[in-house]
């Protein structure tokens, strides 16, 4: 949730703010004024039972004076109910308004116009015409769309063979380098409340990027009031809501976790883009990667988090570049997002394969995540940060075309290698599988 005062510095965003910003301060307005407006009646309601006080209970004058402080005492009554609504109304326009971008954040109004700051590696020099990693993936016989489609449906994969295991050695690469830099591994469950979904930001504006779960019976009266539940799109929202209503003492921040799950999103609005093969999957693999700082080291910490990013990519020996999110693509609660983008040979182009983000305090502010600088003191909202740590799925679409061979085989980063039983190369059916 947005720091009302920062509502100026939303408008960077673009024109499409304008509108909801203006909505939330006509309606804060008219609850500033009536919360004057209610402050001096109950004053004079005060002052009007001070009077009675000293006067005679059996005089008109005392009479009157009752007339006048019931017909107050109903006014603040209404008052009061109308009151509650607009605060409720205030929060409603409020929890849909968009962080507000760092100074450092590149004004912009599409990904056209975010800021490359620098490239690791070089492309591969390959000598023939690459593939792009559906096809390999295919000719390899580790990617099954058919069955995938077959089972779930449209933008389901089933991975076969050393499809399955890259995936698993991927996760083990990835989760023992951050646990090695001192990330603290949690494994959470696959499904969360809409209380959670709310704290992280992804509801109530993203509900129909999510897959809900049918309720398979009424709720009843032993169970959890949160009866609304989700697949989880990213371990982000279980390791932070880690923390929901929380107030971290003194000496106890930063805290850094990194955790596995299986991500779900239904990808509303993207028919007809990145359909063929793992770019954009209903159900994907992900290592995700979770700070909660105090706010003075957040940027700090924002730039661990994506060399923390980087670490995955340059131990696999992946070419990829560091891109700056301008104001117009920058996430719904991102103050600032680094993307990490890698080379895909087979599409002749950069692809995200990590975002990395400092949401500052809006998230805290939803979620009730708090710190105190010192003992005793008043506790404030601390900076939640998260990033990729990272896509498995297009981490193995990178390496597919990134370490293609012209016979159609694969090398295996030697990175990997141990995860793999030693395997250097990956190859079809038809030929011998090394290893």
Not at 219 to 226: A, H, M, T, V
Not at 395 to 419: C, H, K, M, N
Request: glycine share 8%; net charge negative.
């Amino acid at each position: 949730m947005l720091d009302p005062a920062r509502m100026d510095d939303v408008a960077r965003r673009g024109p499409h703010v304008a509108e909801p910003i203006a909505a939330w301060r006509s309606a804060d307005e008219r609850r500033r004024k009536l919360q004057g407006e209610l402050d001096e009646m109950r004053k004079a309601r005060n002052g009007a039972n001070d009077r009675m006080a000293k006067l005679d209970k059996k005089s008109a004058e005392f009479a009157a004076a009752r007339d006048e402080l019931r017909a107050l005492s109903t006014k603040i009554k209404e008052g009061e109910a109308t009151l509650t609504a607009l605060e409720a109304e205030t929060e409603a326009l409020l929890v849909v308004i968009p962080n507000a971008p760092h100074p450092s954040v590149p004004d912009g109004a599409s990904e056209a116009d975010n800021r490359v700051e620098r490239t690791w590696g070089d492309k591969p020099r390959l000598t023939f015409t690459p593939k792009d990693h559906a096809d390999l993936g295919v000719a390899l016989g580790i990617f099954d769309f058919e069955a995938g489609a077959q089972l779930s449906g449209a933008r389901f994969t089933v991975l076969r063979g050393w499809g399955a295991r890259l995936t698993r050695a991927l996760m083990n690469y990835m989760i023992d380098l951050h646990t090695t830099a001192g990330f603290t591994e949690v494994w959470p469950p696959a499904i969360v409340r809409r209380s959670a979904l709310f704290g992280t930001g992804q509801l109530p504006k993203f509900e129909a990027d999510l897959f809900r779960l049918a309720p398979h019976r009424e709720p009843g009266p032993d169970d959890l009031p949160d009866h609304d539940l989700f697949l989880s799109p990213t371990a982000e929202v279980q390791v932070t809501n880690l923390y929901n209503d929380h107030i971290f003492e003194p000496g106890t921040l930063p805290l850094h976790f990194c955790a596995y799950a299986p991500c779900f999103r239904a990808e509303a609005g993207a028919a007809g883009k990145d359909t063929k093969g793992l770019i954009r999957q209903h159900q994907f693999d992900k290592v995700e990667l979770v700070k909660f700082v105090e706010p003075e080291t957040s940027y700090a910490e924002l730039d661990h988090l994506r060399d923390q990013a980087e670490a995955v990519l340059q131990g696999l020996g992946l070419h990829y570049r560091v891109v700056t999110l301008c104001t117009g693509d920058l996430g719904q609660g991102s103050a600032k997002t680094f993307d990490l983008e890698v080379w895909l040979p087979g599409q002749d182009a950069y692809r995200e394969i990590s975002s990395c983000s400092n949401f500052e305090d809006y998230q805290a502010r939803r979620a009730k995540i708090r710190y105190r600088r010192a003992a005793g003191e008043k506790p404030r909202p601390v900076h939640t940060l998260n990033g990729s740590g990272v896509a498995i799925g297009r981490t193995i679409v990178a390496i597919l075309e990134q370490y293609q061979q012209a016979d159609g085989s694969v090398i295996v980063p030697p990175a990997l290698r141990p995860y793999l039983g030693g395997i250097e190369r990956l190859t079809p059916p038809a030929q011998k599988q090394p290893g």
